[in-house]
C-alpha cells in the first residue's frame, strides 16, 4: 500500500520573475510503507526539491501529495508543523546540529515544542542513544566529536520522535567508506523495525546497496525512470 503518493507535482522558484526556476515538472511517484527509495541524479536534477515537498517542508507549485492517503498540499501550515513532527524524522547533508550544545540536547531539541517533561525526554533519548552506541558521549559537545559520531548525533535526533518515515538529503556526501557502511548498517536496523527511508544521493555505493529496493532516477527537474527489486 502506497504511503506516498505525489502527482503531477511541480514546483517553480520566483515565478514570474526574471530569475525563474523550475525546479520540478510533472512528477509522480508513490512509495509503499516499508520501502527504501532512492532519489538519484546530477546536482540540480530536483532530488532535494522532491525531498522538501514530500516532507511538507514546502509546497508544490502545481500537483498533489498524500501521505498515509491525506492531501497535505492544501493543510494550514500549523498541520503541517505536526505532520512533519509526528511523521517524519530528517537526516540532512549537513547535519544541522548546534555544536555548542551536548549530545543530549541536540537529540532533544525537536521534543521542547511538545511541552514534554524532562524525565519523559530522558526516558525517550536513551534507548535511542544506546542503540546508536553514543550514550558514553551525551554529555559532551557536538564539536568535540568525529565526523561518524556526528552523523550518529544527527540520525539520534530525526527518531527522537519515532517517526514513520526518513528522509536523508546526500547522507553520505561528507563520511569515508567505511562510515558510509556503518550508516547503511543503521538504516537496515531501522527499515526491520519498520521504517520507511527515502534517500536523495549521488553515491553509488548507496544507489546499489542491498537495502533499497526502488531508485527513482531524476533529471532536469523530470523523472527519467523508476526501478523497483
Given at each position: 500500500?502506497?504511503?506516498?503518493?505525489?502527482?503531477?507535482?511541480?514546483?517553480?522558484?520566483?515565478?514570474?520573475?526574471?530569475?525563474?526556476?523550475?525546479?520540478?515538472?510533472?512528477?509522480?511517484?508513490?512509495?509503499?510503507?516499508g520501502e527504501v527509495a532512492v532519489l538519484t541524479g546530477p546536482s540540480g536534477s530536483g532530488k532535494t526539491s522532491l525531498?522538501?515537498?514530500?516532507?511538507?517542508?514546502?509546497?508544490?507549485?502545481?500537483?498533489?501529495i498524500f501521505v498515509d492517503g491525506k492531501d497535505v498540499v492544501k493543510l494550514p501550515e500549523r498541520f503541517l508543523t505536526?505532520?512533519?513532527?509526528?511523521?517524519?524524522?530528517?537526516?540532512?547533508?549537513?547535519?544541522?546540529?548546534?555544536?555548542?550544545?551536548?549530545?543530549?540536547?541536540?537529540?532533544?531539541?525537536?521534543?521542547?515544542?511538545?511541552?514534554?517533561?524532562?524525565?519523559?525526554?530522558?526516558?525517550?533519548?536513551?534507548?535511542?542513544?544506546?542503540?546508536?552506541?553514543?550514550?558514553?558521549?551525551?554529555?559532551?559537545?557536538?564539536?568535540?566529536?568525529?565526523?561518524?559520531?556526528?552523523?550518529?548525533?544527527?540520525?539520534?535526533?530525526?527518531?527522537?520522535?519515532?517517526?514513520?518515515?526518513i528522509i536523508a538529503d546526500e547522507p553520505t556526501a561528507h563520511l569515508d567508506s567505511k562510515l558510509a557502511q556503518e550508516?547503511?548498517?543503521?538504516?537496515?536496523?531501522?527499515?526491520?523495525?519498520?521504517?520507511?527511508?527515502?534517500?536523495?544521493?549521488?553515491?553509488?555505493?548507496?544507489?546499489?546497496?542491498?537495502?533499497?529496493?526502488?531508485?527513482?532516477?531524476?533529471?532536469?527537474?523530470?523523472?527519467?525512470?523508476?526501478?523497483?527489486?
Open positions: 500500500m502506497a504511503l506516498i503518493t505525489v502527482e503531477q507535482v511541480s514546483k517553480i522558484y520566483n515565478s514570474g520573475m526574471a530569475d525563474e526556476l523550475t525546479a520540478l515538472e510533472a512528477v509522480s511517484l508513490s512509495i509503499d510503507n525531498l522538501s515537498l514530500i516532507g511538507c517542508m514546502a509546497r508544490p507549485t502545481q500537483g498533489k505536526n505532520i512533519r513532527r509526528q511523521r517524519f524524522g530528517f537526516i540532512f547533508q549537513q547535519f544541522h546540529l548546534i555544536r555548542e550544545l551536548s549530545v543530549l540536547n541536540n537529540i532533544l531539541l525537536p521534543l521542547f515544542p511538545l511541552q514534554i517533561g524532562p524525565r519523559l525526554m530522558q526516558d525517550k533519548a536513551v534507548p535511542i542513544l544506546e542503540q546508536l552506541k553514543i550514550a558514553e558521549k551525551k554529555q559532551l559537545q557536538v564539536k568535540k566529536l568525529s565526523g561518524g559520531e556526528q552523523q550518529r548525533v544527527a540520525i539520534a535526533r530525526a527518531l527522537i520522535n519515532d517517526p514513520q518515515i550508516f547503511m548498517d543503521i538504516l537496515a536496523v531501522l527499515n526491520r523495525e519498520g521504517k520507511t527511508i527515502i534517500i536523495a544521493s549521488h553515491d553509488p555505493f548507496i544507489h546499489n546497496h542491498r537495502l533499497v529496493n526502488k531508485t527513482i532516477s531524476m533529471r532536469d527537474g523530470r523523472i527519467e525512470g523508476i526501478a523497483s527489486r
